[in-house]
């Protein structure tokens, strides 16, 4: 197998994939991109946060030529798209394909990728836009994809927007399969590494969207990702949690950090930003009668 298929005339993705101690899961994401049809040439970086489960060997096994950028275990999924992003930049590639490594795509999704790629290029004429894909759970309900921003001076607020049959506009997006061509980043840069694990991916959509870079959701589902599960049951905000568990856990990943959730709302929640900021928090102080989490 190999971690480069450039076909002549196709574009090229560098994939970016984030890891830490899944192997299986990591290599059946590798798997499953030698199964797609020949409609995108790609390359794979791959940042493995420290992993000591043979996750790097592994995936080398399958994908020999692979890059692989080296963490020494505190990047987190931001970080470690910022450090993959930052490598794959000097490829010679035409776009960056964000792709969580518990999704299983589906075996057209290339194919539905190129076909978004140049429906907006045709409706642009240019490359400066960002698709976004949007994924089911086991169960086929939607579980991650594009999001509307709700303005209200009450909460920061996401909307999901559930896929249709054709583009549909989004002010942003969960990071799972997103795809960036090199004119975005060409604009606006890459991810913002101020974010310790979430945000940033809902971050990059909005600041793509500010710029006046359209973002669309690509029609339909593009693979399969269950709810992330442990984050409601164990994370900053559980109704499971009493308040010493809530303090403890509230600068995890598993939770929504000062220092992030402070520059997420003073970047994108103009005046409201002071009580954005504060009320998630209040539930450090009180018993949790609603959701302590940004809603989406």
Known sequence: MKSVRVTPGLPVMAILL?????????????????????????RIVLFDDASTD????????????????????DAFWNGGLHRAWRCAIDLPCDAFLWLNDDVELDPDAFQRLAD??????????GEAFVLAGATRGSDGALTYGGLRHVRTPFAFRF??????GALTPVDTFNGNIVLVPRAVVERIGIN?????HNLGDMDYGLRASRAGIPVRLLPGTLGLCDANRAKSDRGFGSRKLGLRDQWRKVNTHHGLPFRSWWHFTRKHSGGWWPL?????????????????????
């Open 192 to 196: 913002d590494p101020a974010f310790h």
């Open 276 to 296: 954005h900021f504060l009320l998630p928090y209040r539930h450090l102080f009180l018993p949790r009668l609603g959701s302590a989490r940004t809603r989406v």
């Open 159 to 164: 909307a999901a927007i559930p896929p249709t």
């Open 116 to 125: 978004g790629w140049q429906a907006m290029r045709a409706q642009t004429g």
């Open 18 to 42: 984030v890891c830490r101690n899944r192997r299986d899961t990591t290599v059946a994401a590798v798997r499953r991109l030698h199964e797609q049809s020949l409609a995108l040439s790609y």
């Open 54 to 73: 043979g996750t790097v060997a592994a995936v080398l096994a399958e994908a020999p030529d692979a890059v692989v950028v080296r963490g020494v275990g």
